[in-house]
Each structure stands twice: as structure tokens, then as C-alpha cells.
């Protein structure tokens, strides 16, 4: 599968963004989803994940209640709401997928078979 990741750009603190990751070349509903990030000087974590039905999302602490994963399987699309953004949340963004037959979804990047490319969320403060 091919990931591209758009919607990245600057934003005020409290502000919003919607991250958008197109898939294409393999069969969707094959994979599971998640979005990680990476700050400069740190390493990369993991920010939300949604399974391969849409039935099952999880969230890193520090964004559940701001940040909402979601996919769309007859556009091929996975998106990231981001709420209530804080400069601490200034990251390279890129979209994962994991193919897998359960409904599970992993919040580690160890499973994750394909990676797109990032786009940069910068929160100014």
C-alpha cells in the first residue's frame, strides 16, 4: 500500500487541523491505520490508531480527548482531527498502516508495514 499525508501547516495554539492520509494500491480494508509524530530532537511516537473496520481507535494520553482518528473506507481515506492544538504538538506527521486480519490496532510502530511520507504541524505559542 502507498500513503500519501497532507493537511500539515502552521496554526496558533487552540487552533485546529485536519490531517489527511490517502491509500492506494492495495485492498483498504486490509489494514489497520495509525498516525505518529516526530519532534525535533526526539524520537518518533505514536499519536492515535483506528482498526481495519473503523470499530476500534486509541490514543496516545497527551491527545485523547483533542485529537480524533477516523477512516473512510469507500474513499480510501484516514484523517486526523486535531483540536485545541499546543505548541508541544509541533511534529513531523506520517500516517502507517498495518495489514492484519483482527480488529486489533497496534500503538507501536514495529507493526506497521507501510509508512507516507510526513507533514510538518507547526503550533505556534
Known amino acids: 500500500v502507498q500513503l500519501q499525508a497532507s493537511g500539515g501547516g502552521l496554526v496558533p495554539a487552540g487552533g485546529s487541523l485536519i490531517l489527511s492520509c490517502a491509500a492506494s494500491g492495495s485492498t483498504f480494508t486490509d489494514y489497520a491505520f495509525g498516525w505518529f509524530r516526530q519532534a525535533p530532537g526526539r524520537e518518533r511516537e505514536f499519536v492515535a490508531g483506528i482498526s481495519r473496520g473503523g470499530k476500534r481507535t486509541i490514543y496516545k494520553v497527551a491527545v485523547k480527548g483533542r485529537f480524533t482518528i477516523s477512516r473512510d473506507n469507500a474513499k480510501n481515506m484516514v484523517y486526523l482531527q486535531m483540536n485545541s492544538l499546543k505548541p508541544e504538538d509541533t511534529a513531523v506527521y506520517s500516517c502507517?498502516?498495518?495489514?492484519?486480519?483482527?480488529?486489533?490496532?497496534?500503538?507501536?510502530?514495529?507493526?506497521?508495514?507501510?509508512w507516507g511520507q510526513g507533514t510538518l504541524v507547526t503550533v505556534s505559542s
Open positions: 502507517a498502516a498495518d495489514f492484519t486480519v483482527t480488529g486489533v490496532v497496534e500503538d507501536t510502530d514495529l507493526p506497521y508495514d507501510a
